[in-house]
Structure formats: C-alpha cells, structure tokens
C-alpha cells in the first residue's frame, strides 16, 4: 500500500475550541481509514473509524469525514479538553495498515 | 478483559546482539501484527499473521529480522547481529478474524536501544 499524508504535524488550541487534522492517500484500494491516540510510553489506541460506503460518522466530541473521490479523510474534535493531548495518527488499508506521521494535538487549559 | 501484553518494555542491546521480542495477542484473535515505531513517526508495518501463517512479511526491512507465531498465539520478533539504525518501538497488535479492514488493538510497545 502507499503512504498516507497527514497535516499539520502540530496542532495547538484552546480548552474549548475546535480541532481538525487531515490525511491524503494516493491509491484507491483502501476501504478502512482508522484513527488512533497514542499518549506517551503507549501504544495507539483506536478511537474512531470509517468504511467507505460511510461519508461521515460521529461518536460524542469526535467526527470522522471521507471524501473517497478527492482521497482525503479528516478527523474533527470538537469542545477540546487539556485530556484530548496527545499525537494523533491517521492510518489507511486493511490488514498492512498505513499510518500518516502523526498531529501533536496540544489543547491550552 | 487483558489487552495486548509486550515484553519486555525496554531493551538495551549492543550493537551485534541478537534480542527476541515477544507479543501475547488478546486471547482469541486470530491476526497479528508487528509495526516499527521510529521517534516521531507514524507506525510502519512490518508483518502479519493468520494463525500461525505469516501471510505479509514484506515490510521487515532486512534478513536480519525473523518473525514467528509457532502456536497461533504468543508471537516472537527476533532480530539478529542488531545495528543502530534498529533503535524503535516495536508494536504489536491483534485483531479478531482475519476479515480485512478489521479494527487492530495494539499494546505498549518494546523500546530497543541499540549502542
């Protein structure tokens, strides 16, 4: 599978405010686009994901988009909390899973 | 219920050694991953299994790293005559089934430091 593009590599907010991150892909075989939070000294941890027969999906404060024709998909975090830092990684594909560089989310209390 | 357990967390090798890292799945997944976490990167994938069947190894960057999952279960990354340019976290994660597209659960990681 090819690579995954995901910007910005850092991101800081205020308690409160909104966070987006982005991810492009190139090859039109993905299928599965997870999103995943890793804090310090753990492994990732899945928070969100999408299929692509879905153009959006929500779960509490976070929301995922897939624009499957453009190839970008964008995770939206909305009332971010200081709780909410951490690097955040877009990942593509089925069982060889892509991963994007990672967002340093830092949210300001 | 248990996650994902790695062992052992931290490993400091000298340059030449062998080490042998080891991933306990959740019990009952049936695919397994290895990744390769360099400082300040995304994961990279290194290979997968189905059981005991390596069925993706096309990510272990050289000959010098063997993976196995001889029971289907407990899996060991071993990489021989370590150089410097090995230095990561290594991540495993496993899934349910062997359906593609499925969410990957991921444990803590072993650091290697390779002098």
């Known amino acids: 599978g090819e690579n995954v593009e995901q910007h910005p590599s850092t991101l800081s907010v205020q308690e409160g405010d909104s966070a987006v991150i982005k991810c492009t892909y190139s090859?039109?075989?993905?299928?599965?686009f997870p999103w995943y939070k890793q804090e310090l000294g753990k492994g990732p941890q899945l928070i969100i994901d999408?299929?692509?027969?879905?153009g959006e999906k929500k779960d509490q404060r976070i929301a995922v988009t897939l624009n499957k024709t453009a190839k970008h998909f964008s995770l939206h975090i909305t009332e971010t909390q200081p709780e909410d830092s951490a690097v955040y990684f877009c990942?593509?594909?089925?069982?060889?899973?892509?991963f994007g560089a990672g967002t340093r989310l830092t949210v300001k209390p | 219920g248990a996650g994902v357990s790695q062992s052992p967390r931290y490993k400091v090798a000298k340059r030449g050694q062998d080490v042998a890292l080891r991933c306990d799945p959740i019990?009952?997944?049936?695919?397994l991953f290895w990744y390769q976490q360099a400082l300040g990167q995304g994961p990279e994938f290194l290979t997968y299994?189905?059981?005991?069947?390596?069925?993706?190894k096309s990510g272990l960057p050289s000959d010098r790293f063997f993976a196995e999952r001889p029971e289907g279960s407990v899996s060991t990354l071993k990489i021989q005559r370590t150089q410097q340019e090995d230095s990561a976290v290594y991540l495993c994660?496993?899934?349910?089934?062997?359906?593609?597209?499925?969410?990957?659960?991921f444990g803590p990681g072993t650091r290697l430091l390779v002098l």
């Open positions: 994660a496993s899934s349910p089934g062997g359906g593609l597209g499925e969410t990957q659960y």
């Open positions: 090859d039109s075989a993905s299928n599965y």
């Open positions: 999408i299929r692509s027969n879905v």
């Open positions: 990942a593509k594909g089925n069982n060889d899973m892509r």
């Open positions: 019990s009952g997944h049936v695919s």
């Open positions: 299994f189905q059981n005991e069947a390596q069925l993706d």
